[in-house]
């Protein structure tokens, strides 16, 4: 391999632990002026990042309407319609849904929304377990690129991206730890 053949990554920062916290404060109070029976809703995180998202918007509309939001867990690892063709099998964890979710809206959270697909297999996931009266989709990041005709109902940020970059987001206890940033592969 030559010098010219070799590639750096850049990391660009896109979204501190501040600005996450607003936007996922603003998909909060999209939420419930969109959903008036909070009662009837239930966030499903997508693990692992989508988890954490999903509960940190149930604490935020806890505190907003003084009411709690019920919150679960969808895994889509054997939903996937790649997943005859990874190369290694993939790591499934236990759904955990309350139920039943007839008459319920689910809202479906994830931290970066990009060809769709995982969407889709969450939807398949979500509907092994009943059908709820709506299905709505909010994501921290929708970086574009979509293979499926998907479109999320709250987003935190639109980012554009070419199709090689990559997004990614870290979250933890220590505010300062946390962002979003923009991977791009520089050649050299």
Do not use: C
Request: net charge neutral; charged share 30%; proline share 4%.
């Amino acid at each position: 391999m030559t010098k010219s053949d070799t590639s750096v990554a850049s990391a660009v920062l896109i979204m501190d632990g501040d600005a996450i916290r607003r936007a996922l404060r603003r998909i909060a109070h999209e939420i419930v002026e969109r959903n008036p029976d909070l009662k009837r809703v239930v966030l499903a995180g997508i693990p692992s990042r989508g988890n954490e998202i999903a509960r940190r918007i149930a604490d935020t509309i806890s505190v907003i309407e003084e009411t709690n939001i019920d919150v679960g867990t969808i895994d889509v690892a054997m939903h996937r319609d790649d997943v005859g063709t990874r190369s290694e099998l993939p790591i499934v964890q236990a759904s955990r849904l309350p139920l039943p979710l007839e008459n319920r809206t689910v809202v479906i959270v994830d931290d970066v929304l990009f060809t769709g697909r995982t969407v889709r297999a969450a939807m398949d996931a979500i509907n092994s377990f009943g059908r709820p009266a709506r299905i709505q989709l909010a994501a921290l990041i929708d970086r574009g690129h979509r293979e499926l005709p998907i479109r999320a109902d709250y987003v935190g940020k639109n980012l554009p991206t070419a199709f090689t970059e990559k997004v990614r987001v870290q979250l933890g206890d220590d505010q300062g730890s946390e962002g979003v940033w923009l991977i791009k592969e520089e050649k050299r």
